[in-house]
T-cell receptor, first 115, second 113 residues
């Protein structure tokens, strides 16, 4: 069964360091999302891509976060510098199309701990 | 703008008992509504979705949900809880502009033997 792949699964870093997360969506899925899930809360959208273009990054803290999907396939989310409040699960999801009824398929997430 | 409120961050039921997880939504356009389940240290998996067809939606693992426009609700139910149902459940809404999901805060379901 096709899956959304994410790495690393776990990352521990010190504040002010740089971290990066990678996501490979299900083959053929044009839409890719990065969500942040703080412990005990629901996921919050950080950025949405359609192919290589950003559809929505209004909730992405652009002073320290960046995301790219250069060839419209896999994607990288970067944080530099990391802050204590960035500790969370970072979830990548993909869907076949941009329509509102499409199912999102989630990866297992990357759990970040900032010390 | 759209939002979701899940009443009760923790729900505990006995094995075999009815499961009822509450979700109320707010949306300026006719909503599409979803329930996702998350097991510890895993991603989210779709349980079911409402996309303006039948108001009673059946999903996987014996779960179902009923869309009630007059109550702006989309509660999740299962007639008989199983130990394997213990997980976190998220209600989510999307609008017609795209499938950016807005999630509720989640309800952790605990099942007692």
């Amino acid at each position: 069964e096709a899956e959304v792949a994410q790495s690393p699964r776990y990352k521990i870093t010190e504040k002010s360091q740089a971290v990066a997360f990678w996501c490979d969506p299900i083959s053929g899925h044009a839409t890719l999302y990065w969500y942040r899930q703080i412990l005990g809360q629901g996921p919050e959208l950080l950025v949405q891509f359609q192919d290589e273009s950003v559809v929505d990054d209004s909730q992405l803290p652009k002073d320290r976060f960046s995301a790219e999907r250069l060839k419209g396939v896999d994607s990288t989310l970067k944080i530099q510098p990391a802050e204590l409040g960035d500790s969370a699960m970072y979830l990548c999801a993909s869907s076949f199309s941009l329509g509102p009824t499409g199912e999102l398929f989630f990866g297992e997430g990357s759990r970040l701990t900032v010390l | 703008a759209q939002s979701v409120t899940q009443l009760g961050s923790h729900v505990s039921v006995s094995e075999g008992a009815l499961v009822l997880l509450r979700c109320n939504y707010s949306s300026s356009v006719p909503p599409y509504l979803f329930w996702y389940v998350q097991y510890p240290n895993q991603g989210l998996q779709l349980l079911l979705k409402y996309t303006s067809a039948a108001t009673l939606v059946k999903g996987i693992n014996g779960f179902e949900a009923e869309f009630k426009k007059s109550e702006t609700s989309f509660h999740l139910t299962k007639p008989s809880a199983h130990m394997s149902d213990a997980a976190e459940y998220f209600c989510a809404v999307s609008g017609r502009a795209g499938n950016m999901l807005t999630f509720g805060g989640g309800t952790r379901l605990m099942v007692k033997p």
